[in-house]
């Protein structure tokens, strides 16, 4: 059974922090995704990451691919209220044929 | 683009009683997966449908079954319901059968079994 660790599951912190989010497994991934959930609303795609040791950016958001392809974090800089919500990382394997996620860290920026 | 709409919303039903939940994908889109979602526990891997057969199936007992028509609309099934299945069930459509492509979420179904 594929697991994926995630942490911290929760975060609060001020506006103008940073924070980093790790995700973890013991199995390779083809690929990783990152989602972010507001209450009431389904998960939305923020990036994929694909490549070991690939590093993307979304504006004051970082995304990072471990070179062995088993882990990753997501890195936000100078957090914003805006930023508050839930925070998914999604896995697939080759093997596995679904996509399997971690338990979620739950963010709040307070202004 | 309509995105993927699941209906209804809000459901609560009584131990015992059987429901079924639709989900709409985006058009086009050939794959849904079903997840269900608890504080606890995550997101939890249902099953999946493309081109209306069932390619993969979580480890969920045999109570929750699922079906995807010509259409590429499809439904979840819960019969005998047990307190535990309380939770926000999440729809989600891909436009390809590869597991690397992201995954379009509707806002889900809130099942509440009193």
């Known amino acids: 059974t594929q697991l994926l660790e995630q942490s911290p599951q929760f975060l609060s912190i001020q506006e103008g922090e940073n924070l980093t989010v790790y995700c973890n497994s013991s199995s390779v991934f083809s690929s990783l995704q990152w989602y972010r959930q507001e209450p009431g609303e389904g998960p939305v795609l923020l990036v994929t990451v694909v490549t070991g040791g690939e590093v993307k950016k979304l504006k004051r958001l970082t995304f990072q691919f471990g070179d062995a392809r088993k882990d990753s974090s997501l890195h936000i800089t100078a957090a914003q209220p805006g930023d508050t919500g839930l925070y998914l990382c999604?896995?697939?394997?080759?093997?596995?044929?679904?996509?399997?996620f971690g338990q979620g860290t739950e963010l709040s920026v307070k202004p | 683009k309509a995105g993927v709409t699941q209906t209804p919303r809000y459901l609560i039903k009584t131990r015992g009683q059987q429901v079924t939940l639709s989900c709409s994908p985006i058009?086009?889109?050939?794959?849904v997966s079903w997840y269900q979602q608890t504080p606890g526990q995550g997101l939890q891997f249902l099953f999946e449908y493309f081109s209306e057969t069932q390619r993969n199936k979580g480890n969920f007992p045999g109570r929750f079954s699922g079906r995807q028509f010509s259409n590429s609309r499809s439904e979840m099934n819960v019969s005998t319901l047990e307190l535990g299945d309380s939770a926000l069930y999440l729809c989600a459509s891909r436009l390809t059968g590869d597991y690397n492509s992201p995954l379009h979420f509707g806002n889900g179904t809130r099942l509440t079994v009193t």
């Open positions: 058009s086009g889109h050939r794959s």
């Open positions: 999604a896995g697939a394997y080759n093997q596995g044929g679904k996509l399997i």
